[in-house]
C-alpha cells in the first residue's frame, strides 16, 4: 500500500522546482494535494519566476498520478488567503494530514548592496510566509488527529550562506520556528520538522542567478567555496529533496519531530 494512502497534503511553492518534486512525490504515494504558488514575478529576485502555466503543469503531473489537485495561484503573504484555501480543502477532501511550507525567495548580495526592501521582502516571504502556512493549515490537523508539518529551511538554517545575510537570517529563523511549533503542537500529535536542502539543480538557477552568484562570490573569494558537496556531485536533483520530505510526510517517522534533516552532500561541515 501506498505511504501516503488517504492523505492529503497542502503545499506552498508548488508550480515547479522542490515544491512540484514533492506534489508529485506525495502524490505518487497515494495523497491528494492542495497547494499554492504566487505563480508571477516575484520581488527583486534574479532568476525566472515560476507562472500560472507550471502551476498547471503540476495539477497535471499529479492528476496523472491518479490523485486529486486543488491548486491556486496565492501568496504565502496573505494569511486570510492560505485559511480559505485550507478551508477548501477540508471541505472537498475531508481534512489535511500533511503540511511542506515550501515557498521562499533567494536573492544573492554583499552585506552591502542589501536594500531595507530585499530584506523585508526574503523574511516576509521566508519567515511569515511559513508561520502564516502553518497557522492557516495546523487547526485542521488538530481537528484530524494529527499529523506532519515540513518546513523547508536550507543548509543556511544551519551552517551559513555567504553574501546573504537576509536569506541565512530567514532560514535560521525557519529552524528555531520548527522547534517551537514542534514543542506545542506535539500535544496534537502533530510533528514538525524542518529539511535543509543545499544546492538544487532548480528552476532558482536560471536567469541571471549564477551570474550574480558568481559577482558576490568575487567580492570575497575566501568564502567562495564555502557549502562545496563532500560528494561528485555539487547539486541535489529536486526528487533527493522530495525522498526526505516523503519520509517525514510518513509514518515511517512517527516519532521523529523538531528534528532538521540535511541533504546537502556534506557540505555544511565542509
Not at 526592501?117 to 484530524?144: C, E, S, Y
Not at 551552517?159 to 528555531?176: C, L
Not at 536542502?197 to 559577482?215: D, H, K, Q, Y
Not at 575566501?222 to 562545496?228: D, F, P, R, T, V
Request: hydrophobic residues 45%; charged residues 20%.
Amino acid at each position: 500500500m501506498a505511504r501516503l494512502a488517504g492523505k492529503v497534503a497542502f503545499i506552498t511553492g508548488v508550480a515547479r522546482g522542490q515544491g512540484r518534486a514533492h506534489a508529485v512525490r506525495l502524490a505518487s504515494e497515494g495523497a491528494d494535494i492542495v497547494g499554492v504558488d504566487l505563480a508571477e514575478e516575484l520581488p527583486g529576485v534574479p532568476y525566472d519566476s515560476a507562472t500560472a502555466d507550471d502551476l498547471a503543469e503540476t495539477v497535471a503531473l499529479v492528476e496523472a498520478q491518479g490523485r486529486k489537485a486543488i491548486l491556486r495561484q496565492g501568496d504565502v503573504r496573505d494569511l486570510d488567503g492560505l485559511k480559505s484555501l485550507a478551508q477548501e480543502a477540508v471541505t472537498q477532501l475531508g481534512g489535511l494530514d500533511v503540511v511542506v511550507a515550501n515557498a521562499g525567495i533567494c536573492i544573492p548580495a554583499t552585506w552591502d548592496e542589501a536594500t531595507p526592501q530585499m530584506f523585508k521582502d526574503t523574511m516576509d516571504i521566508n519567515v511569515t510566509g511559513v508561520w502564516n502556512t502553518v497557522m492557516a493549515t495546523a487547526p485542521h490537523l488538530v481537528t484530524r488527529g494529527g499529523g506532519s508539518v515540513i518546513l523547508i529551511s536550507s543548509s543556511a538554517g544551519k551552517k551559513m550562506q555567504p553574501f546573504m545575510v537576509h536569506y541565512t537570517t530567514s532560514k535560521h529563523a525557519v529552524t528555531g520556528m520548527t522547534r517551537a511549533f514542534a514543542a506545542e503542537l506535539g500535544a496534537h500529535s502533530i510533528r514538525v520538522n524542518s529539511v535543509h536542502p543545499g544546492a538544487v539543480m532548480s528552476p532558482m538557477g536560471s536567469g541571471n542567478m549564477r551570474e550574480r552568484i558568481a559577482e558576490t562570490a568575487a567580492s570575497n573569494p575566501l568564502l567562495a567555496s564555502m557549502n562545496s558537496s563532500m560528494l561528485q556531485k555539487w547539486a541535489a536533483e529536486p526528487d533527493e529533496i522530495a525522498n526526505a520530505v516523503a519520509f517525514l510526510a510518513s509514518d515511517e517517522s512517527s516519532f521523529m519531530t523538531a528534528e532538521h534533516v540535511t541533504i546537502d552532500g556534506g557540505a555544511q561541515y565542509f
